[in-house]
């Protein structure tokens, strides 16, 4: 596995399979022989039993998109998925679909042109996206049962890149996206952690018509002062922006105007 990332430059391919694999098996070992009926206090009204059918369903869901290399959006999310009849099983049927997923993202060639719906319109961003989705996921199913979350520094790195790049193209199920605008203030977010990359930054501007991430800086040329910034490991900053976790937390170091910060969180539930 590589040991940093930079902003726009996703991980190798087959790190996001063999994560996929690692993340989902957590997943179902975190929720088996848990009562199915557990709340998720980080997915407001939902059960284990319904967190555990999201990660399997999309899964499958991902997977068929990879098999048909679709070129258009697709009409419909239904998918044969072989859903158990009593929740108890789900842990166990989504452990069953691992197979299944590798077998897809082993046979598909990461560059095929497909529909995505966001920045990369290649079948590698259904990689990354999976493994999003899988790791945010095992941590919801980690805070239902008591535990601390564990994520790794690279993966979630690359993470905070993941969210950034997409969230332009999110407002078909994130609307409050769409709302986001700013009169050209900037935003950065600090990876604190060398697992991470350290000094890794991401800057976004919000701008009348929108916001965009903005390149790195290059070596000779000072980065504008952002408005507001917050530094906080790989980890906490992925949890941050899904929602996990408030920049108020001790974990993260704040610096400028919280109102700009207040302004993007508002508007950037995924």
Not at 52 to 73: D, I
Request: hydrophobic content about 45%; some cysteine.
């Amino acid at each position: 596995m590589e040991t940093t990332s930079r902003p726009g430059h996703p991980l190798p391919y087959d790190t996001y399979r063999q994560a996929i694999e690692r993340e989902t098996l957590r997943f179902a070992e975190l929720v088996g022989g848990v009562d199915p009926a557990t709340a998720v206090p980080s997915c407001p009204d939902w059960t284990l039993a319904e967190l555990a059918r999201h990660v399997g369903a999309l899964q499958r869901w991902f997977g068929s998109l990879l098999t048909q290399l679709v070129q258009e959006p697709p009409r419909s999310r239904d998918v044969d998925l072989g859903l158990p009849e009593r929740a108890g099983e789900y842990a166990g049927w989504v452990a069953a679909g691992v197979e299944s997923v590798a077998g897809v993202l082993r046979d598909t060639d990461p560059e095929a042109a497909m529909w995505a719906w966001g920045a990369d319109r290649h079948a590698r961003f259904w990689a990354r996206r999976m493994l999003c989705e899988t790791l945010v996921h095992r941590v919801d199913a980690e805070l239902a049962v008591g535990r601390e979350p564990d994520i790794d520094a690279v993966l979630a790195a690359d993470g905070v890149d993941e969210f950034l790049v997409n969230l332009p193209y999110a407002g078909l199920f994130a609307p409050g996206v769409a709302k986001l605008h700013g009169t050209g203030e900037i935003l950065a977010f600090r990876c604190a952690d060398p697992a991470g990359g350290t000094g890794e930054e991401w800057r976004v501007r919000l701008e009348p018509d929108g916001f965009r991430l903005l390149p790195p800086a290059g070596a000779d040329a000072a980065p504008p002062e952002p408005q507001a910034a917050v530094q906080g490991r790989a980890a906490d900053l992925l949890l941050l922006l899904y929602g996990r976790r408030t920049y108020q937390e001790s974990a993260f170091d704040v610096s400028g105007d919280p109102v700009v910060l207040d302004h993007w969180f508002a508007h950037t539930a995924f």
